[in-house]
């Protein structure tokens, strides 16, 4: 039983592949030997372990801990790696089991009516009678057209109709193949102009969680900015009980906020409004908690030289305190942005025009028309979450610093 378990479990991670599988059993066969040089290091007897023996037991120990940090690091990275992987599948690879790991297609080739040669056709029908001939078209021949239905222009994934012909599927060579054709990421980003939405498109939806989480997270950072100076550096009464109010509200749930927030914009005329979707996000207090954490470890000797000097307040935090904050201004602003750009449920009820409906929203959609294409689902997913990889790629210098330097004097 355990062994057909293991069999089990080792075809699932290897897919099959031999060259997976002998890896797999190389690094067994490592860690046994680790383990056992190990424990034989430990149970020697202080002063009796030879230095080679010793040398042996410290690279069994950091190569055990070495790969319990690879294999983290590979946990943390496989989803990644999967949505990337199969954005590049058609979608029977997508959802075969055991799965493919490698970007993997099946290739259909039919025998052309004239020459009897086998080529790369689509298959444009599926058979429902068996020995039936579908129509097919040559995989060139299949490109991206904008077409007039209804009185709406879509984008489709159409053939040339000079070039389709029938083929019957029993004389149809079908074979996995390596495959790295960004077909999907264009089916994917047209895929929602197949609605009645129209003319909405993942450009549409990127333009405005860019536009709206640039415009939420600059306000939030400037709210914040003043209101954290003034809760680490000046002296009013009641500071500190007002601080405190304001920490207790990060304990209230969003969810509890939707519906007086939603009042309140009814009640302003904004619904259905590009400042819908940014004014509400204008102050965090978890932004101003963490400024005013930073802004207590600058010295208080900066303040009492720029007022020598004649600087007021509001210059002295523009000027000084602003400048030497880079590192919390850009941990704060990625914390906001990505919370503004992965918002779905506000979006969802502050808005109805699909013009302004954000990247999340539009994900959803696609994900209620796609249904079980997951390798479209995989492709729009690699559009959302570009953006943040790159910001975080960039920035992760002052990221990592700005947490490291929080709250520190």
């Not at 496989?78 to 949505?83: A, V």
């Not at 601080?243 to 969810?255: D, E, K, N, S």
């Not at 940014?278 to 908690?289: N, R």
């Not at 941990?331 to 750009?341: E, R, Y």
């Amino acid at each position: 039983m355990l062994q057909s378990l293991f069999d089990s479990v080792l075809s699932v991670i290897t897919a099959g592949n031999p060259v997976l599988r002998l890896i797999v059993l190389v690094m067994l066969v490592l860690n046994a030997l680790a383990v056992w040089q190990v424990w034989r290091g430990s149970m020697g007897v202080a002063g009796s372990v030879s230095p080679a023996s010793r040398f042996r037991t410290n690279v069994a120990s950091r190569f055990l801990v070495y790969e319990v940090l690879v294999i983290g690091a590979v946990v943390m990275l496989l989803p990644f790696y999967w949505m990337v992987v199969t954005a590049f599948k058609d979608g029977e690879t997508a959802a075969a089991f055991p799965p493919y790991w490698t970007p993997t297609k099946i290739q259909t080739k039919a025998p052309h009516p004239e020459t009897g040669e086998l080529i790369r056709v689509v298959p444009q029908a599926i058979q429902l009678v068996e020995g039936e001939e579908i129509p097919v078209a040559p995989e060139q021949d299949v490109r991206f057209r904008r077409v007039e239905r209804g009185g709406v222009w879509q984008t489709l994934e159409l053939p040339d109709p000079d070039s389709i012909f029938m083929a019957n599927p029993e004389n149809f060579v079908t074979n996995p193949i390596m495959s790295l054709d960004a077909r999907n990421f264009l089916r994917a980003w047209y895929r929602p102009e197949q609605t009645s939405r129209g003319e909405v498109n993942f450009l549409t939806y990127f333009l405005v969680s860019a536009g709206t989480s640039v415009a939420a997270t600059t306000g939030t950072l400037f709210t914040s900015a003043l209101a954290a100076f003034a809760f680490a550096r000046l002296v009013f009464w009641g500071k500190t009980v007002l601080f405190y109010l304001i920490l207790a509200t990060m304990m209230v749930p969003g969810q509890v906020l939707l519906i007086p927030n939603f009042l309140v914009l009814s009640t302003l005329g904004m619904l259905d409004t590009y400042p819908a979707l940014v004014v509400p996000w204008l102050a965090s207090v978890f932004t101003i908690f963490l400024m005013r954490q930073f802004f207590m470890t600058i010295p208080e000797d900066l303040w009492d030289a720029a007022r020598i000097d004649g600087s007021g307040r509001f210059r002295y935090l523009w000027q000084i305190v602003v400048p030497l904050s880079k590192p919390v201004f850009i941990t704060a602003g990625i914390f906001d942005f990505l919370n503004n750009w992965n918002s779905l449920l506000w979006p969802l009820i502050v808005t109805s025009s699909p013009t302004k409906r954000t990247l999340m929203v539009g994900l959803q959609n696609l994900n209620d028309e796609a249904g079980t294409e997951f390798h479209i689902l995989m492709a729009a997913s690699c559009f959302a979450i570009l953006p943040i990889v790159i910001v975080f790629f960039f920035l992760q210098r002052f990221f990592i610093e700005g947490i490291a330097r929080t709250g520190l004097k």
